[in-house]
């Protein structure tokens, strides 16, 4: 982060002393007319004249070289999503999607029929919804004798274990099979955490696992819509549900991720899914079959993305898996730019510690070509690694250079046409979205400084791709959830023989919440200073492109400069801590 930060205060400072330059330039006449090095000229003329002459033979060839390279990396990974898109229009064509050969919701069965399901919550210092992941699992529709709720708290807040510990006893009370465990030694994250809760030995009674984080929701349905894809299938390791958010349109931050994970499930998982039966595990609301999880080598702690890791090396190992498109679990989308900054990290750089880590198990493995292919070239490297080099070094490097080296070009197309028509299918699967467009793509390219960053972190084993950060969550619930799940709960508590008391009326849950955000204090904001050196960056390139009447460009780089300077100034996202 430091390194990346003086790059980019180094390359301000550089772009503000060429900018003086080339005003001063532009105001004695030289801008249109260069200054012959013949004239009797004073100081000033006789240095522009010089840089005249190295920025057009010494530095504007390796520019143009670059931008070239970008441009075609660009062009690259837009064949690539137009392929996905054109796969999903495909998929919904003819109407393909995973079938499940068995019924749980069918004739009433024996309850022997029924597998033996563990249910694991992880979570550390989650206060603000822990209750509500762990109310919804709890009534989860699966018999009571063939289902064990395992809640995994690495929190190292004593009043938030406690918390979690009487949240715990109050449903053990109620006649629900769910425990409490809490490491005393907390190593390896999240992955140590589950890894400690396999070793436990009555696991080896569980055929399946599911997996919720502290924040999702899952209906009472879920395991019935989930579970019966894994009956006759032997090879089938992985079901994976489709993330739905409660706060989507709590602010322009949640509408623009809402944007982003909708293509990522919509589009990204469900073609892959369906056509080469492998994606990246999503690391809640899936169902594992748990000798899949053994074969595969369990969960290791070698990376900050523990479900990529695990997916990667079950499909190595021959294994399948399957994604519902239709099957939708609740989950709270981070509210504040410092949250979901932190989180993009963790998504980005984890990616590539693992890809260095398994590069060579890939070509050692005895899986097909192709699917080497895939996961080397299109997993890792365009969808990981090249998607954020050439987006930040593209629109936010060589985009403003061109504006003080004008021998170097970059054409409008690959500025602005292009960029929009990307922008135009990324919004497909979240119609209600499309007056976003234009934030979308704007906020996009402020994103990439994170996870360009975040990229050559992990890529050259930097500290801080090592870090695992919680993301920080609000506890949302809209009271439309919250009829509908206290509507599926009452005949579930009833059925399973739940005991349910006076006071925990979904509604009254509501009212707190209502209450809670009305005593919320102004947030702090902070400053970010990457973010706000690239916003002074931009500004100046577009001031320098007005003077060459650049005008597509000179547009971009203003409303992409602004775009920088909002986010800098902490202005998008939650504004209440």
């Known amino acids: 982060t430091s390194r990346l930060y003086r790059t980019i205060l180094f390359f301000l400072i550089t772009v503000l002393l060429l900018l003086v330059f080339e005003l001063l330039a532009y105001f004695k006449g030289w801008h249109f007319s260069p200054p012959d090095p013949s004239d009797v000229l004073g100081v000033i003329g006789v240095v522009y004249s010089t840089w005249l002459d190295v920025r057009a033979s010494y530095l504007s060839p390796p520019l143009q070289s670059l931008a070239n390279l970008c441009t075609v990396l660009f062009i690259v990974q837009s064949v690539d999503r137009v392929v996905l898109i054109l796969g999903c229009f495909w998929i919904k064509f003819r109407r393909l999607k995973p079938v499940a050969s068995v019924d749980y919701d069918g004739p009433v069965q024996s309850v022997e029929d029924f597998p033996m399901v563990l249910v694991q919550i992880p979570m550390c210092n989650e206060r603000e919804v822990y209750q509500q992941s762990i109310g919804a699992v709890c009534i989860l529709d699966w018999p009571k004798e063939r289902m064990l709720v395992q809640v995994l708290d690495d929190s190292d807040e004593v009043d938030t274990q406690q918390l979690i510990k009487a949240e715990v006893h109050k449903w053990q009370q109620r006649g629900a099979r769910i425990i409490y465990r809490h490491r005393l030694i907390r190593t390896g994250y999240k992955a140590g955490n589950l890894k400690s809760a396999m070793n436990c030995d009555y696991v080896k009674d569980y055929e399946f696992v599911a997996i919720f984080d502290a924040d999702f929701q899952p209906t009472p349905d879920f395991l019935k819509k989930t579970v019966p894809y894994f009956k006759g299938k032997d090879d089938l ?71 990529m890791d695990i997916a990667v090396r079950a499909h190595l190992c021959g294994w399948k898996f399957v994604f519902l498109n239709d099957v939708k679990c609740l989950c709270e989308l981070p509210e504040t730019y410092e949250a979901y900054k932190k989180q993009q990290h ?39 690694l090249i998607l954020p080099f050439y987006s930040f070094t593209l629109f936010c490097i060589i985009l403003p250079l061109t504006m003080f080296l004008p021998e170097a070009e970059l054409p409008a197309w690959v500025v602005c046409y292009i960029p929009g028509i990307m922008s135009l299918l990324s919004v ?18 402020t994103m990439s400084v994170t996870k360009f960053n975040a990229m050559i972190s992990g890529l050259l084993r930097f500290g801080s791709s090592y870090e695992w950060v919680v993301t920080k969550k609000l506890g949302r619930s809209s009271e439309t959830d919250l009829v509908a799940f206290e509507k599926e709960a009452e005949p579930l508590m009833r059925s399973n023989s739940l005991h349910r008391s006076s006071s925990d009326s979904g509604i009254e849950e509501l009212s707190k919440l209502e209450l809670s955000k009305k005593t919320g204090k102004t947030k702090k904001n902070r400053l970010f200073r990457k973010e706000l050196y690239l916003a002074f960056i931009l500004l100046a390139a577009s001031v320098r492109s007005l003077l060459s009447a650049q005008g597509i460009h000179f547009y971009f780089l203003l409303f992409q400069g602004i775009s920088f300077l909002v986010v800098g100034l902490d202005l998008i996202g939650e504004q209440v801590s």
């Open 237 to 307: 390791a992985l079901v994976q549900a489709r993330w739905a958010f409660v706060n989507k349109d709590e602010n322009l931050l949640t509408r623009l991720q809402n944007i982003n994970l909708s293509f990522h499930f919509e589009v990204e998982q469900q073609v892959n899914g369906i056509f080469m039966n492998f994606f990246g595990f999503n690391g809640t609301a899936g169902v594992w079959r748990i000798k899949a999880l053994e074969d595969s080598g369990g969960w290791l702690e070698r990376t900050t993305v523990e479900d």
């Open 346 to 384: 963790r998504w980005h750089s984890g990616p590539m510690q693992l890809f260095r880590l398994c590069f060579l198990d890939i070509l050692r493995s005895k899986v097909s070509w192709a699917k080497k292919v895939n996961l080397i070239f299109l997993f890792f490297l365009l969808r990981k």
């Open 428 to 445: 497909l699967p979240a119609p209600r979205s499309f007056p976003f467009i234009v934030p979308y793509l704007l906020f996009e390219n």
